[in-house]
């Protein structure tokens, strides 16, 4: 989850002011979700609320209902949550909290309704679809986080935790050599070429996958390691 949100801080303006909700509510989560000690934190967000202790309230609220999340207190951080829904319905990650905490709570038609809804204001965004289709998987409809993943992954995609999710849900759908090939791309986006190279050599020794998948397999082969010959001839 550090990743995803890193993620969503980078798809922010280099120059987002420091004193607007997005940047303090951007600042709030990496906060969160990089601290061992999520009890104290609770406590922390709760004081800083109650005694007004804060530079925003609005990011110190989100931060009180991530912290009731990350702590299981499923029903109070939905309350903390609506709160801020209320003030600001459309915002995205209110909306994702909101359907993160419906997931952690297993109330997967809830949290389904919420990112279907939130699609319909942002038809096509990559970042909702991207916990929509975690939701899914853990809900059990893997089909169809297969196919909004598939819809969100294009030659132009840069986002690395897609694939991953994608080679998760081909696997459940035993589809092993695509599940190899979607963890190459996830490797490559990374930086990681070397165990790009090996999830498509994996790929390629699966028996009984047919001749277009297998050129696919063979070409992108060689454009990795095409890649890397060049690096290291520089």
Known sequence: RIEDAKHRANNYPNHLPTNSTSYHLVRTRLKILSSENKNSLLKDFSSRLKLGNYQNKEATRYGYALALQANKKHTQALIQTRLLLKKNPQRIAYNILKAQIETD??????????????????????????????TLLKAGKIKLAYQILQTQISP?????????????????????????????????????????????????KIPKIDFYLTSRLEARLKEFKNELHQLSSN
């Open 156 to 204: 132009a995609t840069t986002i690395p935790e897609l694939y991953r999710l994608l080679a998760e849900t081909q696997a459940k759908l035993n589809k092993p050599a695509n599940s190899h090939q979607s963890l190459a791309e996830h490797y490559y986006l990374l930086g990681q070429t070397h165990d790009a190279i090996k999830q498509l050599e994996i790929s390629l």
């Open 105 to 134: 709570a297993r109330l997967y038609p809830d949290a389904i309704k919420t990112f279907q809804k939130l699609l319909t204001i942002y038809p096509g965004n990559n970042t909702i679809n991207l916990y929509y289709a975690k």
